[in-house]
């Protein structure tokens, strides 16, 4: 990416931040879902009409959506609006009330546990990537990724190596399933100087099924879930003493010890849970 197309793309970013606003959350506690038929809440059938307004989104399939690199090109210029205006949305809706504010601040209702190498089962794998995120270098962290447990729960990924749970947080969308969201790893150096400020984003996918968005903690009841699959995090605090490090308890004593030494080589003030 040339300079000069670069500049551009910030532009084009800046005015789209100022101008995309959709509406402003209502202050009304507690919040009317106002379920349809279908079991569908107002929030749901609002976003639904949102995405109709930019038209059925066809540009980019849902795995091109979780590439940085081609999500950023100019020419797909209308998907990345609708889904910076989906998750504006949602949080308008969620930040402007009161009731929803809270429970979605409150780390002991929603815990936050972003696993590392979700895609990738190898323990040495996720041990490599550990220093990543106990030491960001000065710059602005990027969102994450993390599973939402709800309430005491069971933590159920046994079938990864560590999890990091971030005890102060900003979730910025929440989802049933998968969200399909940006993959970090696909953000080049180009794309990570363009969002220094705020850190690299990850949005939903212009492709989510409107019924698995959750705005209320009435939706994660009624939906029955044990879980919400897909938490976006911001603005989380990485400091040892607000962090906690999930460690599968069927690793190899090897494994082990290599997760602690690091742990230790930073801080000792890490809370280590063997789940």
Same mark, same amino acid.
């Given at each position: 990416?040339s300079?000069?197309n670069?500049?551009t793309?910030?532009?084009?970013i =800046?005015?789209?931040?100022?101008?995309?606003?959709?509406?402003?959350?209502v202050a009304n506690s507690?919040v009317?879902?106002?379920? /349809?038929?279908?079991?569908?809440?107002?929030?749901?059938?609002?976003l639904?009409?949102?995405? *109709?307004k930019?038209g059925?989104?066809?540009i980019?399939?849902k795995?091109?959506?979780m /590439?940085h690199?081609i999500? +950023?090109m100019?020419?797909y210029?209308n998907s990345q609006?609708l889904?910076?205006v989906?998750?504006r %949305?949602w949080n308008d809706r969620v930040?402007?009330n009161?009731e929803r504010?809270q429970?979605?601040?409150?780390?002991n209702?929603?815990?936050?546990? +972003? %696993?590392? *190498?979700?895609?990738?089962e190898?323990?040495?794998?996720?041990?490599?990537k550990l220093?990543?995120?106990l030491?960001?270098a000065g710059?602005?962290?990027?969102e994450?990724?993390?599973i *939402?447990?709800?309430?005491?729960?069971?933590?159920?990924?046994?079938?990864?190596?560590?999890?990091i749970?971030y005890?102060?947080r900003? =979730?910025?969308?929440a989802y049933?399933?998968?969200a399909?969201?940006?993959?970090?790893s696909?953000a080049?150096?180009?794309i990570?100087?363009i969002?220094? *400020?705020?850190g690299v984003?990850?949005?939903p996918?212009?492709?989510?099924n409107i019924?698995n968005?959750?705005?209320d903690?009435?939706?994660v009841?009624?939906?029955?879930l044990?879980?919400?699959?897909e938490?976006?995090i911001d603005?989380?605090d990485n400091s040892?003493e607000?962090?906690? =490090?999930?460690v599968n308890?069927e690793?190899n004593d090897e494994h082990?010890?290599?997760i602690?030494?690091?742990?230790k080589s930073?801080?000792p003030?890490? =809370?280590?849970?063997y789940?």
């Open positions: 990416m300079l000069k670069l500049r793309l910030i532009r084009k =800046i005015f789209e931040s100022q101008n995309n606003r959709v509406r402003k959350g507690p009317d879902l106002k379920l /349809d038929d279908r079991g569908l809440s107002a929030d749901q059938r609002a639904g009409g949102i995405k *109709g930019y059925a989104e066809r980019l399939t795995e091109e959506q /590439d690199a999500t +950023h100019p020419e210029k609006n889904r910076a989906i998750k %949305w930040y402007g009161s504010a429970y979605f601040s409150n780390p209702k929603i815990k936050c546990i +972003h %696993w590392l *190498g979700f895609y990738e190898d323990p040495e794998v996720a041990i490599s220093e990543t995120y030491s960001p710059k602005r962290v990027p994450l990724s993390t *939402g447990y709800l309430n005491d729960r069971y933590i159920w990924r046994l079938d990864k190596s560590i999890g749970e005890k102060k900003t =979730i910025t969308f049933s399933w998968d399909f969201t940006e993959f970090l696909s080049t150096p180009e990570e100087q969002h220094r *400020g705020s984003h990850k949005r996918n212009t492709l989510i019924d968005v959750v705005f903690e009435r939706d009841e009624r939906m029955r044990k879980r919400i699959n938490c976006i603005n989380y040892p607000n962090v906690v =490090i999930h308890p690793l082990k010890k290599k602690e030494n690091v742990l930073y801080s003030n890490y =809370i280590i849970r789940n």
